[in-house]
Protein backbone atom coordinates (compact mmCIF):
# COMPACT_ATOMS: atom_id res chain seq x y z
CA UNK A 1 0.00 0.00 0.00
CA UNK A 2 1.42 3.38 -0.95
CA UNK A 3 1.17 5.76 1.66
CA UNK A 4 2.53 9.91 1.06
CA UNK A 5 2.58 12.24 4.50
CA UNK A 6 3.47 15.57 3.91
CA UNK A 7 5.33 17.57 6.76
CA UNK A 8 6.81 21.03 6.88
CA UNK A 9 3.43 23.36 6.40
CA UNK A 10 3.53 26.26 9.24
CA UNK A 11 2.54 29.89 9.22
CA UNK A 12 5.21 32.54 8.20
CA UNK A 13 4.96 36.21 7.03
CA UNK A 14 4.89 37.41 3.03
CA UNK A 15 8.63 36.95 1.50
CA UNK A 16 9.39 34.20 3.88
CA UNK A 17 10.55 30.26 3.33
CA UNK A 18 9.10 27.29 4.19
CA UNK A 19 9.86 23.51 2.61
CA UNK A 20 7.51 20.93 2.45
CA UNK A 21 8.72 17.23 2.16
CA UNK A 22 6.73 14.38 1.51
CA UNK A 23 7.50 11.07 2.94
CA UNK A 24 6.72 8.22 0.39
CA UNK A 25 6.38 4.38 1.46
CA UNK A 26 4.87 1.46 0.03
CA UNK A 27 6.77 1.44 -3.39
CA UNK A 28 10.46 2.90 -4.97
CA UNK A 29 10.81 5.72 -6.91
CA UNK A 30 10.59 4.07 -10.72
CA UNK A 31 9.15 5.72 -14.11
CA UNK A 32 5.93 8.16 -12.60
CA UNK A 33 5.44 11.39 -11.38
CA UNK A 34 5.08 13.33 -8.33
CA UNK A 35 3.69 16.57 -7.26
CA UNK A 36 2.83 19.35 -4.93
CA UNK A 37 -1.18 20.42 -4.79
CA UNK A 38 -2.59 23.18 -2.84
CA UNK A 39 -6.66 23.94 -2.31
CA UNK A 40 -7.36 27.22 -0.74
CA UNK A 41 -10.86 27.72 0.79
CA UNK A 42 -13.33 28.21 -1.81
CA UNK A 43 -11.05 27.76 -4.55
CA UNK A 44 -10.54 24.39 -6.67
CA UNK A 45 -7.44 22.53 -6.77
CA UNK A 46 -4.47 23.55 -8.56
CA UNK A 47 -1.10 21.93 -9.20
CA UNK A 48 2.06 23.62 -8.16
CA UNK A 49 4.97 21.56 -9.26
CA UNK A 50 5.85 18.00 -11.07
CA UNK A 51 8.18 15.76 -10.43
CA UNK A 52 8.32 13.58 -14.00
CA UNK A 53 9.91 10.67 -14.48
CA UNK A 54 9.31 9.63 -17.97
CA UNK A 55 12.61 9.18 -19.97
CA UNK A 56 14.58 11.38 -17.70
CA UNK A 57 13.88 13.82 -15.11
CA UNK A 58 12.12 17.09 -15.72
CA UNK A 59 10.13 19.36 -13.83
CA UNK A 60 6.74 21.42 -14.16
CA UNK A 61 5.74 24.56 -12.12
CA UNK A 62 2.62 26.63 -12.39
CA UNK A 63 3.17 29.90 -13.72
CA UNK A 64 2.20 31.81 -10.39
CA UNK A 65 5.37 29.68 -8.65
CA UNK A 66 7.61 29.73 -10.92
CA UNK A 67 11.31 31.34 -9.79
CA UNK A 68 10.09 31.00 -5.89
CA UNK A 69 9.23 27.65 -5.52
CA UNK A 70 11.65 24.35 -6.42
CA UNK A 71 10.57 20.53 -6.09
CA UNK A 72 12.97 17.88 -5.82
CA UNK A 73 13.58 14.59 -4.50
CA UNK A 74 15.72 12.87 -1.98
CA UNK A 75 16.35 9.25 -3.27
CA UNK A 76 18.45 8.14 -0.54
CA UNK A 77 15.14 9.40 1.89
CA UNK A 78 12.47 8.43 -0.62
CA UNK A 79 11.30 12.22 -0.16
CA UNK A 80 9.75 14.51 -2.39
CA UNK A 81 10.47 18.24 -1.73
CA UNK A 82 9.38 21.55 -1.96
CA UNK A 83 11.07 24.92 -1.48
CA UNK A 84 9.25 27.64 -1.21
CA UNK A 85 10.84 31.03 -1.37
CA UNK A 86 9.32 34.50 -1.65
CA UNK A 87 6.15 33.31 -0.19
CA UNK A 88 2.60 35.44 -0.50
CA UNK A 89 -0.58 35.84 0.84
CA UNK A 90 -2.37 34.02 -2.22
CA UNK A 91 0.07 30.82 -1.15
CA UNK A 92 -1.85 30.04 1.68
CA UNK A 93 -3.68 26.82 1.08
CA UNK A 94 -3.48 23.03 2.29
CA UNK A 95 -0.46 21.61 0.45
CA UNK A 96 -0.99 18.23 -0.80
CA UNK A 97 1.66 15.48 -2.28
CA UNK A 98 0.39 13.13 -4.66
CA UNK A 99 1.73 9.91 -6.67
CA UNK A 100 0.89 9.09 -10.44
CA UNK A 101 2.42 6.07 -11.45
CA UNK A 102 1.96 5.88 -15.02
CA UNK A 103 2.69 10.20 -15.49
CA UNK A 104 -0.56 10.25 -17.60
CA UNK A 105 -2.45 12.19 -14.74
CA UNK A 106 -2.84 16.42 -15.17
CA UNK A 107 -0.37 18.65 -13.93
CA UNK A 108 -2.32 21.37 -13.52
CA UNK A 109 -5.12 20.09 -11.59
CA UNK A 110 -4.22 16.93 -10.21
CA UNK A 111 -6.57 14.54 -11.99
CA UNK A 112 -5.85 10.85 -12.65
CA UNK A 113 -2.86 11.08 -9.88
CA UNK A 114 -3.26 8.00 -8.08
CA UNK A 115 -2.27 8.63 -4.70
CA UNK A 116 -2.43 11.25 -2.12
CA UNK A 117 -1.26 12.43 1.39
CA UNK A 118 -3.65 14.21 3.88
CA UNK A 119 -2.42 17.68 3.23
CA UNK A 120 0.04 20.15 5.52
CA UNK A 121 -1.15 23.89 6.05
CA UNK A 122 0.82 26.45 4.83
CA UNK A 123 -0.54 29.93 6.02
CA UNK A 124 1.47 33.46 4.81
CA UNK A 125 0.10 36.39 6.36
CA UNK A 126 1.16 39.79 4.93
Known amino acids: QVELVESGGGSVQAGGSLRLSCAASGYRYRNYCMGWFREAPGKEREGVAV?????????WYADSVKGRFTISQDSAKNTLDLQMNVLKPEDTALYYCAADLDCRGTWSTGADFDYWGRGTQVTVSS
Open 51 to 59: LIHRGGLST
